[in-house]
Every structure is written in C-alpha cells, then in structure tokens.
C-alpha cells in the first residue's frame, strides 16, 4: 500500500514553530501589562498612604518642613502614575500587536493543516481507486480465466 507524503510537511512544521513562536510573544506580552497595571495599582495605594499621612500630619500640628516633605512624595508618586499609565497604553499596544501577530500565524498554519486534509482525502480516493480497479482486474482475469 502506498504511503502518504503531504509535499508542504516541512512548512507546516514551521508553521507551528511560528505559532508557538508568536503565542510565547503574546504572553509576554500581556505578562508586562498586567504587570504595569499591578505597578499602577501598588503606586495609587501609596498615593493614598501619603495622603493620610499628610491629612494626620495636618490634623497632629506637624511642622512646615514635615508637611511639605509628605506633599513632595505625592507630588513625586503623581508623577509615577502618569509615567505608569503611559506605560500601560504602550504595552496595550503592544499586546493587540501581539494578538494580532498570533492570529495571522494561527490562519497560516491552518491553511497548511486543510491542505493537508484535503491532499490526504485526495490519496484516499486515489489508492480506493487502485484497489478497485486491482479487484476489478482480478475479477476479469478469473472470469476469463473459466471460459
């Protein structure tokens, strides 16, 4: 019996390598913005630390130089927060790259995987084929081989 070759086995090995390739990109990916977004979070829970602290300060008659050093560090933390959340637009961006990445190497490697079904269904219909017609032969050559 004939064995079945698919001609393009090479690519589609390929193909999922690419696949594999680009889905590892894709977790990166969104590994950095949910980190980002974690940073975020952990700088607005500092900012409100801070702020109770200054609004304590305030209320427990602290000095100038006191007040004024707890309002620097959540000026500084601000300043944090809008570099974070830049920094999550970036990697939103980044990430639908990704996406977007992975999907065209899943559609490639998909094309390759229906012409291998369909190349695969061609060679069964064409050793089916074989076979009936080496019965077909069969057949003959016993019935003439009686008369």
């Given at each position: 019996?004939?064995?079945?070759?698919?001609?393009?086995?090479n690519?589609?090995?390929?193909?999922?390598?690419?696949?594999?390739?680009?889905?590892?990109?894709?977790?990166?990916?969104?590994?950095?913005?949910?980190?980002?977004?974690?940073?975020?979070v952990?700088?607005?829970?500092?900012?409100?630390?801070?702020?109770?602290?200054?609004?304590?300060?305030?209320?427990?008659?602290?000095?100038?130089?006191?007040?004024?050093?707890?309002?620097?560090?959540?000026?500084?933390?601000?300043?944090?927060?809008?570099?974070?959340?830049?920094?999550?637009?970036?990697?939103?961006?980044?990430?639908?790259?990704?996406?977007?990445?992975?999907?065209?190497?899943?559609?490639?490697?998909?094309?390759?995987e229906k012409?291998?079904?369909?190349?695969?269904?061609?060679?069964?219909?064409?050793?089916?084929?074989?076979?009936?017609k080496?019965?077909?032969?069969?057949?003959?050559?016993?019935?003439?081989?009686?008369?």
């Open positions: 019996m004939a064995k079945f070759i698919f001609k393009f086995e690519i589609l090995k390929i193909k999922y390598k690419v696949e594999e390739q680009r889905k590892a990109e894709f977790g990166m990916a969104m590994k950095r913005l949910e980190d980002a977004k974690q940073s975020l952990d700088m607005l829970i500092r900012q409100d630390e801070y702020e109770i602290l200054l609004t304590e300060l305030a209320q427990n008659g602290a000095s100038a130089l006191e007040l004024k050093q707890a309002s620097e560090k959540i000026d500084v933390i601000k300043v944090y927060v809008v570099n974070i959340k830049e920094q999550i637009v970036i990697e939103e961006g980044r990430v639908e790259i990704a996406r977007n990445n992975f999907n065209e190497a899943m559609k490639e490697r998909k094309i390759f012409l291998k079904e369909k190349e695969f269904e061609r060679f069964k219909l064409e050793v089916n084929a074989q076979e009936m080496e019965v077909d032969e069969l057949v003959s050559f016993k019935y003439s081989d009686r008369a």
